[in-house]
T-cell receptor, first 111, second 112 residues
């Protein structure tokens, strides 16, 4: 069964304190792993797509990496505006285009 | 600002009402999706349209009826909803099934 697990569930950081969010996945033949950011009352905002192990993508203070079993979202020197829920998702193994989401990590960055 | 536009942003309706949610994208995407999201939960897929044809229905109750009039528009018709249907309804689109999905900001639906 396709499954995505994110940890931790919640993370509180001081401004400037770097950390990583984890996304572990079980899917038969990864066809894409996606990271999204969601602010309260808004839709998920697309951040990154990763397709193969060893791939890395970077955007401002965020860097996403991928192995055969998990992905990490590294946040370097976060700012309060980085506070949000970060969602990880994989395409299902049935080739339907369906996204399997993790439960998300809610990040709070305090000034 | 997102490139997927949803209207209305908020909707309050009684259990006997009929209403529609609308979604529009002008990115030339050929796949469009409806999701339901409850508080503090990830989005749950409801329907997928590919090239204007319904390709996935995730066993959604018939009181939700999707429609894709053309490649840019997606509607969700609502009838005789239950209080547990109160949620954020999200629309998304993608170039193809394996490309990133881009979401609108949703319609916040409350059923009285």
């Amino acid at each position: 069964e396709d499954q995505v697990t994110q940890s931790p569930e919640a993370l509180r950081l001081q401004e400037g304190e770097s950390s990583s969010l984890n996304c572990s996945y079980t899917v038969s033949g990864l066809r894409g792993l996606f990271w999204y950011r969601q602010d309260p009352g808004k839709g998920p905002e697309f951040l990154f797509t990763l397709y193969s192990a060893g791939e890395e993508k970077e955007k401002e203070r965020l860097k996403a990496t991928l192995t055969k079993k998990e992905s990490f979202l590294h946040i370097t020197a976060p700012k309060p505006e980085d506070s949000a829920t970060y969602l990880c998702a994989v395409l299902d193994s049935g080739n339907t285009g369906k996204l399997i989401f993790g439960q998300g990590t809610t990040l709070q960055v305090k000034p | 600002d997102t490139e997927v536009t949803q209207t209305p942003k908020h909707l309050v309706m009684g259990m006997t009402n009929k209403k529609s949610l609308k979604c529009e994208q002008h990115m030339g995407h050929r796949a469009m999706y409806w999701y339901k999201q409850k508080a503090k939960k990830p989005p749950e897929l409801m329907f997928v349209y590919s090239y204007e044809k319904l390709s996935i229905n995730e066993s959604v109750p018939s009181r939700f009826s999707p429609e894709c009039p053309n490649s840019s528009l997606l509607n969700l018709h609502l009838h005789a909803l239950q209080p547990e249907d109160s949620a954020l309804y999200l629309c998304a689109s993608s170039q193809q099934g394996h490309q990133p999905q881009h979401f609108g900001d949703g319609t916040r639906l409350s059923i009285l």
